[in-house]
């Protein structure tokens, strides 16, 4: 049987890719899949060298949400079976924004209710012209999971968000990368040169200090200014242990490039 998921770490460039493979169903998750996905994530975060992340989806769609035909099937079973999709997810999710390398989200075509979840949680996302971003939980009679309601209103806004929940209003590349979802629209047959290029800009980058950036911006919209001005000491100071801290300081002064080791 083919893998749901497909890992591949390329050591030279520090360039790590988490595939999602059931493109006959637009990639929807079902537990297999979210339980792939986890052990996905756990095996890549946990490698030495990965100094990016991307992750990707094969055949026309990103990921069209959760498979409705798995937790469908028998209503008096759906509970069990969301539980134990998000048993897998939420692990998975915590996991990749808790280590330090970029992560970055491919899209082609939908990121629909939990996809739309996935691509939120990247730090980074591209967007094939065509792609579409919609909540689509209203559609089903529930509400979002997987992060969404987290990560959405601090994306786009609280007013464009309830649009999305609750009008279900749908964006395309280039509105989502105006309403700050997307960084990059690519063209149509361009999404995997576009990828490359950022994610061999952010593996060259200092991926310890990326990771406490990340997770500063992610604690500052519930952390008092004092806490936070103490928690950015704490990290700048940790920064200054790394070789990479060592390596930025020197090229400065020497009025070169920084080659960043991401250690």
């Given amino acids: 049987?083919?893998?749901?998921?497909?890992?591949?770490?390329?050591?030279?460039?520090?360039?790590?890719?988490?595939?999602?493979?059931?493109?006959?169903?637009?990639?929807?998750?079902?537990?297999?899949?979210?339980?792939?996905?986890?052990?996905?994530?756990?095996?890549?975060?946990?490698?030495?060298?990965?100094?990016?992340?991307?992750?990707?989806?094969?055949?026309?769609?990103?990921?069209?949400?959760?498979?409705?035909?798995?937790?469908?099937?028998?209503?008096?079973?759906?509970?069990?079976?969301?539980?134990?999709?998000?048993?897998?997810?939420?692990?998975?999710?915590?996991?990749?924004?808790?280590?330090?390398?970029?992560?970055?989200?491919?899209?082609?075509?939908?990121?629909?209710?939990?996809g739309l979840s996935l691509a939120l949680a990247a730090d980074l996302v591209v967007a094939e012209e065509g792609a579409r971003f919609v909540v689509a939980y209203d559609r089903l009679g529930v509400s979002p999971d997987c992060g969404g309601t987290w990560l959405l209103p601090r994306k786009v806004g609280a007013a464009l968000a309830a649009e999305m929940m609750l009008l279900g209003r749908q964006l395309d590349a280039a509105e989502a990368r105006d309403a700050g979802i997307v960084n990059v629209v690519a063209p149509r047959d361009g999404l995997d040169a576009a990828v490359d290029e950022l994610a061999a800009r952010v593996a060259a980058g200092p991926t310890r200090a990326f990771g406490h950036f990340r997770r500063l911006a992610d604690a500052a919209f519930a952390t008092p200014l004092a806490d936070q001005l103490e928690a950015e000491r704490a990290a700048f100071l940790a920064c200054t242990r790394t070789a990479d801290f060592r390596e930025g300081v020197s090229a400065f002064l020497g009025k070169r490039k920084a080659a960043f080791e991401g250690r």
């Fill in 1 to 114: 049987m083919e893998d749901t998921v497909i890992v591949g770490h390329d050591a030279a460039s520090g360039i790590a890719r988490i595939v999602l493979n059931r493109p006959q169903v637009l990639n929807a998750v079902d537990v297999a899949m979210a339980r792939a996905f986890a052990a996905a994530v756990e095996d890549v975060a946990g490698r030495d060298g990965v100094r990016a992340i991307v992750v990707a989806a094969s055949g026309r769609a990103f990921v069209a949400g959760g498979d409705v035909a798995a937790f469908g099937a028998d209503p008096s079973t759906s509970a069990g079976v969301v539980d134990a999709i998000l048993d897998a997810m939420h692990p998975a999710l915590l996991r990749l924004r808790a280590q330090d390398a970029p992560v970055i989200a491919a899209v082609r075509g939908a990121a629909a209710g939990a």
